[in-house]
């Protein structure tokens, strides 16, 4: 299951991400760098477009922000957010951040920044105003705040 992070190389990390993981490290290597020096966003989308059908669920209880995925801080956040579009639950994700989705380029690969607003998805639930918990941001990724 993902978890609601901040991310020193993508902006953040949540369930495209987290696609990461289904990839054998004997091949790719640990913590499967091959892939990040490949282009972090280019092969974050490469895996969404290998497994797009799938319900996901973030973890936003407990989250991290700073200098995740590793050495970030844990941000309470206090949410879940789960389902089967998994760029929207990333785009969910990115505004419960405090972080606009059509500045995180692997998001804006998959669906184009047009395709990334507010009204581009159906969200049932809490809105996100009343859940927004903006996550600190290290100075490299300043300019993603919404």
């Known amino acids: ?19 990461f993981g289904l990839v054998p ?5 640990w913590p499967k ?11 974050i989308v490469d895996l969404h477009r290998l497994f797009p059908r799938q319900f996901t669920i973030v973890d ?22 789960a389902g089967s ?17 059509r500045k995180i380029e692997y998001l804006e690969i998959a669906r184009g920044p047009e395709n990334l607003g507010e009204s581009s998805f159906r969200q049932t639930g809490e809105s996100i105003s009343s859940v927004k918990a903006n996550f600190a941001l290290i100075d490299v990724w300043k300019e993603i705040r919404s």
């Open 85 to 101: 579009d998994v760029a929207a639950v990333d785009a969910t994700c990115c505004r419960i951040m405090g972080i606009d989705p």
């Open 60 to 81: 936003g209880i407990v989250g991290m922000e700073g200098n995740g995925p590793i050495q970030g801080t844990p941000k309470n956040a206090g949410v879940l957010v």
């Open 25 to 29: 490290g004997a091949v790719y290597g």
């Open 1 to 19: 299951m993902p978890k609601m992070k901040t991310h020193h190389w993508a902006g953040a990390t949540l369930a495209m991400k987290n696609l």
């Open 33 to 43: 760098n091959v892939l990040h020096w490949a282009g972090i966003a280019e092969s």
